[in-house]
């Protein structure tokens, strides 16, 4: 069996990846060893690891040991130790659920119900670092990866609605002290006028839990994730047309650009999207693409009633389903498509593509 060191199983996403390979019995076809930046030599997680004490994640002679390498431990983990890691000889496969190597000119974005074919070819062609994708890149291209592997997609602009989760566990609890906050402010004994002006008081108020988000995000939103780059854009947007090309491996760039916005949901991203097509396709058989992208695709009927119970984080989150939904011809031509999205920011935003990553390694490498 394959040696499979993981690092950063304890953050939020390696959680969430633990529990999805437990759940999936990948355990039982790997040799793994458990590491760790500074509690090396502890209690290594029972029935799991194939040592009984955790290993030091910054000694290169351990890491070169190991097959494969899955790391969850993020960018700063991955920009120091790769480099020694590789410079030193190890030519073993890199898993990385951080950006740091994604546009790296031999890196391949791993997304398989999407790029299977890029990753067996990658794979083929003996190309060694697996990285996964943005979250937002991820969950849009689950969406709508039937239309773009149609041919037909001319550009997409996506409005993104981010989770609080994607900008880490510290802030989920904040967005939670912040609506409790606010919810304390609910009186039915006086006029609403005079709850919503407690309400903004409250929000604006320098004391208001806000150190993580630098701002009010319960009861308001944040037009604005990551730093900025050029023309305007923030990181975030950036990716959106980046990684969306290197994914699919596209011979002519795509256009893909948006708003990303932070809003008060827990670990589901949702995403508004405008899509044009080539060709005015009827729709019923854009539904269809839709449908066929993936097994994971919830298709959502455009009434009220469906959308309602299930285009919406309550329902995703916590599960692989990816609700796709509001579908229809725009005003603006019948070319244009609208369609909303929602998916879990932690599983086919993070976790899963990287633990399906792994299987492929073990199954065909
Ligand atoms: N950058 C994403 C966000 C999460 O801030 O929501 C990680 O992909």
Known sequence: MKKIGIIGWRGMVGSVLMDRMEYEKDFDLIDAYFF???????????????????????DITELEKMDIILTCQGGDYTNEIYPKLRSSGWDGYWIDAASSLRMKEDSTLVLDPVNLDVIKKAVASGKKDFIGP????SLMLMAIGGLFNSGQVEWVTSMTYQAAS??????????????????????????????????????RDSNFPSKNFGAALAGALIP???????????????????????ILETENMIPVDGTCVRMGAMRCHSQGLTIKMKNDI??????????????????VE???????????????????????????????????????????????????????????????A
């Not at 030599?41 to 690891?49: I, L, M, R, T």
């Not at 604005?224 to 923030?234: L, N, S």
């Not at 009827?282 to 298709?299: C, G, Q, T």
Request: aromatic residues 6%; negative net charge; hydrophobic residues 35%.
């Open 224 to 246: 604005w994730i990551d730093v900025p780059v050029e023309a305007g854009q923030t990181k975030e947007e950036w990716k959106g047309v980046c990684e969306t090309n290197k």
């Open 282 to 299: 009827p729709i019923s058989d854009i539904e269809a693409l839709i449908k066929e992208s993936n097994p994971w695709v919830k298709f």
């Open 36 to 58: 760790s930046t500074s509690q090396k030599g502890e209690k290594a997680p029972k029935h799991k690891s194939s040592s009984e004490v955790l290993l030091d994640a910054n």
């Open 166 to 203: 994607g900008a880490g566990a510290k802030n989920m609890l904040e967005l939670l002290d912040q609506m409790k906050v606010l919810g304390d402010l609910s009186d039915p004994a006086k006029s609403i006028l005079e709850v919503d002006k407690s309400v903004a008081t409250a929000m």
């Open 134 to 137: 943005n979250c937002t890149v």
């Open 302 to 364: 455009n009434n009220k009633e469906e959308t309602l119970k299930y285009l919406s984080p309550t329902y995703a989150t916590g599960t692989l389903e990816i609700p796709v939904g509001r579908v229809r011809k725009m005003n603006l031509g019948p070319e244009y498509i609208n369609v909303f999205t929602v998916g879990d920011q932690l599983l086919w935003g993070a976790a899963e593509p990287l633990r399906r990553m792994l299987r492929i390694l073990i199954e065909t």
